[in-house]
């Protein structure tokens, strides 16, 4: 489907003016044959000057429903009897052909995003009090930018890991026909392949980094992970879910991850894996300069030779170090008065 662009129907002010300047001429004519025949002139005089004027009043009011008023970074999708004519664009005051009909089969969804405002009006019943929505669809097609933000999903991961994670999608349409006739909703369509394309790219990576994944495809492994590749992860996101929707006129802008999580069944597990890791990395730490310190005193004692120090004793110097550096607590140091033997 190819998109037509009507350029030259911006003459709603001109058909306004002379439709109402019509009307006015036709009940004139009507007025003035009343007079005619007031006067006594002959029924050849005034009698086809009311017919003419009556189909006149009668038929003059039709151009007025092709009037449609634009506002900036709308459209109307428009077709004649069934057959697609062209799409209005742009603000302006229009006047086309009173037997088009504007079509937008996404004009009742709401999805949770921007633009989807319903504009009700509230009735109140004859019969009861109760007060009656009644919402009013508009046919006008958005080419504004919007924001679509799908329910969080759960979906396992790379190693089987459930995770909870929502996307925020930046997108706007850039050819009406294509959305309107190439899907039914192109609303309800775009929701679908975000999902779909969200759960293709999830499943490739793990939540944190993990040893022997690839996540590129090039068979070699690699760092990538949903916690630290948010930024590569969201733009394959976005190609995935641009491929998709090409075939409905929409232009994916940006894909960013919003919400990210394990899912809470095995959340405290994980928690708790991440704290032994971070444990273990901090004691390795504590070991590791330990260590140094330890092998920098004996060094300084030897160069400075002030004590003369045995293997064994060597030995017990080196357990009380380690012990008073990589104890939890404050030491608690005991003055030896007597004699080591």
């Not at 459209?75 to 504007?102: Q, S």
Request: with cysteine; glycine share 6%; net charge negative.
């Amino acid at each position: 489907m190819q998109e037509i662009i009507l350029t030259n129907k911006k003459h709603g002010m001109r058909t306004l003016l002379i439709c109402v300047l019509v009307e006015i001429l036709a009940l004139a004519g009507i007025i003035v044959a009343a007079v005619l025949d007031e006067s006594g002139y002959a029924n050849a005089l005034w009698i086809p000057l009311v017919v003419v004027s009556l189909i006149v009043l009668c038929l003059g009011w039709i151009p007025l429903v092709g009037l449609r008023v634009l506002k900036p970074q709308e459209a109307l999708a428009l077709t004649l009897f069934g057959k697609y004519v062209g799409t209005l664009k742009g603000e302006g005051f229009y006047a086309i052909n009173p037997f088009c009909v504007a079509i937008n089969p996404a004009a009742q969804t709401k999805l949770n995003q921007s633009g989807d405002v319903s504009k009700s009006h509230s009735v109140l019943s004859s019969d009861s009090d109760l007060k009656i929505s009644l919402d009013v669809p508009s046919k006008k097609i958005s080419l504004k930018i919007m924001t679509l933000n799908n329910n969080r999903q759960k979906i396992n991961d790379c190693l089987g890991n459930p995770v909870e994670i929502g996307i925020a999608v930046m997108w706007r349409i850039v050819d009406t026909a294509k959305a309107v006739f190439n899907v039914d909703n192109y609303k309800e369509y775009l929701s679908l392949q975000c999902d779909s394309a969200l759960r293709n790219v999830v499943r490739i990576y793990p939540y944190d980094v993990a040893p022997g994944i690839d996540t590129t495809g090039d068979g070699v492994d690699d760092d990538g992970s949903l916690r630290g590749s948010s930024d590569i992860v969201a733009a394959r996101i976005r190609d995935e879910i641009q491929q998709r929707v090409d075939e409905a006129g929409i232009e994916i802008i940006e894909a960013r991850i919003t919400y990210l999580a394990y899912a809470p069944e095995i959340a405290a597990v994980m928690l708790q894996r991440q704290q032994a890791s971070a444990i273990i990395d901090a004691r390795k730490m504590i070991v590791d300069g330990a260590v140094g310190m330890v092998e920098m005193a004996l060094e300084r004692l030897n160069e400075n030779k002030l004590v003369q120090l045995d293997d064994e004793r060597k030995a017990a110097m080196v357990s009380n170090l380690l012990v008073v550096l990589c104890g939890n607590h404050d030491a608690q140091p005991i003055v030896n008065t007597g004699s080591l033997y």
